[in-house]
């Protein structure tokens, strides 16, 4: 396992001095050995240019939320995430890597809910490298394996939840986005951990039934939705019903028996859950007639 190792290499401008001044000397001893001509003086001035230039090389800008992470001759040597103009051995190598926060939307996944039905969902990843050791040298290709990973934990998150809830304390794809957020969160960090990658956020961008049962799926809903409104219109029936024959029981308007009290009855629930207006009928002779 690698762990990130953060270090904090030479200041960089320093160095470009230095080697600068080892660069200008060079040039100097080179032509002062040449008028004298002594040799020794030309190749030591060369190798002190070669010196100057080699080191040039191990200067590097990091820049704000980047990464660069140093290995040298085949080892990990650490990661420099501060800002700025920095020196290292001219030998190392160097590899960015970003340290920003990213997001992706995968594809629309067809896949199967709890209920064995059909459906096609999305989701919006928001994530970020917080290992940079871990995301370079655990896995090949650490976008890719975030991408791939995300998707293969929302087809076990959208196979594990029904798309619809028909019970009072069912979790749903469609009714509860929060949670099922949540749960699908937890489960791509759980397989990115080993990327050294974090997951900021994660939600369904795209829900709906498969197109091939779409229309049976929305005829179902409907009919669901009308018997919860009957439902509703039924209840609130009875209690009017039950509210009106206590208003002239109480308050003695008429005395009604047991058959008279039924007819009633039935008459108002008609009146009251018909989905079309009654016509009423006026009797003009005796309750009774």
């Known amino acids: 396992m690698f762990k990130e190792r953060v270090v904090r290499p030479a200041p960089g401008l320093a160095m470009i001095v230095v080697f600068l001044l080892l660069i200008g000397a060079a040039i100097w001893l080179v032509a002062r050995s040449a008028e004298t001509e002594r040799p020794a003086g030309i190749v030591a001035g060369v190798l002190l240019f070669l010196v ?4 040039l090389g191990g200067i590097f800008i990091v820049n704000p939320n980047e990464a660069k992470v140093l290995t040298l001759f085949g080892r990990y040597a650490g ?11 001219p030998f190392t190598a160097k590899r960015k890597i970003s340290l920003r926060v990213r997001n992706f939307e995968t594809a629309k996944l067809k896949v199967n809910d709890s209920h064995g039905n059909p459906i096609d969902i999305g989701t919006v990843i928001v994530w970020q490298v917080v290992d940079t050791a871990e995301a370079l040298f655990q896995v090949d290709d650490y976008e890719n394996y975030v991408k791939v990973q995300s998707e293969a934990a929302l087809r076990g998150l959208a196979s594990s939840y029904p798309y619809d809830a028909h019970g009072p304390d069912d979790v749903s794809l469609s009714v ?28 369904i961008s795209h829900l709906a039934y498969a197109q091939e ?77």
Request: hydrophobic share 45%.
């Open 52 to 55: 100057g230039a080699i080191g």
């Open 79 to 89: 990661s420099v995430k501060e800002a700025g103009l920095w020196f290292v051995n």
């Open 176 to 203: 509860h986005p929060a949670e099922v957020s949540k749960t699908l969160q937890v489960q791509v960090q759980e397989r990115l951990a080993k990327a050294g990658v974090e997951v900021l956020e994660t939600r």
């Open 213 to 289: 049962i779409a229309q049976s799926m929305l005829q179902r809903q409907q009919a669901a939705a009308i018997i919860a409104a009957r439902q509703k219109i039924v209840e609130g029936a009875v209690g009017m019903v039950e509210t009106a024959l206590g208003m002239l029981s109480e308050r003695r308007i008429v005395q009604l028996d047991d058959e008279r009290r039924a007819a009633m009855v039935s008459n108002l629930l008609v009146v009251l859950c018909s989905e079309r207006a009654t016509q009423p009928i006026v009797n003009t002779g005796t309750l009774y007639s």
